[in-house]
Structures are given as structure tokens and as C-alpha cells.
């Protein structure tokens, strides 16, 4: 109950393209939901988060939508670039600690 | 501005050995973090504090200490090296004030540890 699972692993999109991940929970009482980007040889840095009173939360070109009745929960990247390439995490928080997917490789082609 | 900083950022260790890895953040966060990044499976918290001489186990605790004397720092000990603590640790802060929750969390560039 405890878990976030997060898809797809790698993901390679052609630049301008909408990469799609996904990540789904099981535990209603998460009430948090950021996304972290991380790049390699560096730490995770917060992109976006949402709370789940929301639907949608949208910052500059990345969304997240928010399914509360389906415990899921996605990010969208608009009109991607090439410096979008990276490692996303979803995550969720419950209490004192997030609750970390296990990450996607995000690859965007020029 | 520092931020979150790291040391040492490579280390080998060998199978017993013990070691110290450093943090200290320069933003006056209350709430620090160490978490350890395995391939493919996201962050596994390991300790974390609420502020100075505060501590708390994580989730997977077993074969670390910590202590939080200051604000600032927050090291993270290894006491008997095994090779199932190979992996990369990344110290994280947190601002004062915020919910452990909500928190937006800074980390660090992460230590890489090999244990052979």
C-alpha cells in the first residue's frame, strides 16, 4: 500500500513531441504529489506538485493531471526539447516521508 | 550560495571498513534528509531530522547512524561496510516551517560509494 508505480522505465520522444508518464498509487491517505527531474551526476531538483483537490496543475510546458477515483497521476511535457532529457520520479506523501517511483529515463531526440 | 553540499563525492571502500559521509546545507533548513538512489528503484529514505539533536530511522535504516549536532550538518556513518550498501546517497534539506509533507526538498550532488 505503501508503493508508487511509475512507467514506463525509458521513454525517447522526437523533440516537439508530448512525453506521457504515468504513476499510480494504492494508499488514499497520499496527499502530495511532486514530480522531480534529475539530471546525471546531480541531485533531484522539484519541478512540479499537485495536491490532490486538483485536477490539473500546469507550469510553463509540464502538466500534471490528477485522477483522485483512479489513484493515478501523470506528467506532460509540452512541446519537448532536447534539454528535457533526463530522469523524472514521481512521488507521494502520506506522513513525514515521500513514497519514491522508481523513475523513467526520458530520452528526446533532436 | 552553496545550498546542499556533498562530501566526499567518490569513495571505495572495502568490505568492513567504515566511513563518514558528509553534508551540510547553508540555508538554515530545519529538515534534513539522506536517502540512498539504487538503479531502477527510486530514493529510500534512510534517516532523517526535524532540526538539531533530533533524529529519525526511515525506511531502510539498518547499517547507518546519524546525528545532528548543528543546523547545518547532518552526516550520514557507515560502521561496518558491505557490499549491499554500494549505491549513490543524496543528503536533502527542507525550509523551516513547512510540513514534512509539502516541503520542496533540496538535495545535494550525491555521493557515489562502492563497497568491494
Known amino acids: 500500500q505503501q508503493q508508487v508505480k511509475q512507467s514506463p522505465q525509458s521513454l525517447i520522444v522526437q523533440k516537439g513531441g508530448i512525453p506521457i508518464i504515468n504513476c499510480a498509487y494504492e494508499n488514499t491517505a497520499f496527499d502530495y504529489f511532486p514530480w522531480y527531474q534529475q539530471f546525471p551526476g546531480k541531485g533531484p531538483a522539484l519541478l512540479i506538485a499537485?495536491?490532490?483537490d486538483v485536477s490539473e496543475k500546469k507550469e510553463g510546458r509540464f502538466t500534471i493531471s490528477f485522477n483522485k477515483s483512479a489513484k493515478q497521476f501523470s506528467l506532460h511535457i509540452m512541446d519537448s526539447q532536447p534539454g528535457d532529457s533526463a530522469t523524472y520520479f514521481c512521488?507521494?506523501?502520506?506522513?513525514?516521508?515521500?513514497?519514491w517511483g522508481a523513475g523513467t529515463k526520458l530520452i528526446i531526440k533532436p | 550560495n552553496a545550498g546542499v553540499t556533498q562530501t566526499p563525492k567518490f569513495r571505495i571502500l572495502k568490505i568492513g571498513q567504515s566511513m563518514t559521509l558528509q553534508c551540510t546545507q547553508d540555508m538554515n533548513h530545519n529538515y534534513m534528509y539522506w536517502y540512498r538512489q539504487d538503479p531502477g528503484m527510486g530514493l529510500k529514505l534512510i534517516y532523517y531530522?526535524?532540526?538539531?539533536?533530533?533524529?529519525d530511522k526511515g525506511e531502510v535504516p539498518n547499517g547507518y547512524n546519524v546525528s545532528r549536532s548543528t543546523t547545518e550538518d547532518f552526516p550520514l556513518r557507515l560502521e561496518l561496510a558491505a557490499p549491499s550498501q554500494t549505491s549513490v546517497y543524496f543528503c536533502?534539506?527542507?525550509?523551516?516551517?513547512?510540513?514534512?509533507?509539502?516541503?520542496?526538498?533540496?538535495f545535494g550532488e550525491g555521493s557515489r560509494l562502492t563497497v568491494l
Open positions: 499537485i495536491r490532490p
Open positions: 536533502a534539506s527542507s525550509p523551516p516551517g513547512g510540513d514534512l509533507r509539502t516541503g520542496e526538498l533540496f
Open positions: 531530522s526535524v532540526g538539531a539533536g533530533i533524529t
Open positions: 512521488a507521494a506523501s502520506p506522513n513525514y516521508q515521500l513514497i
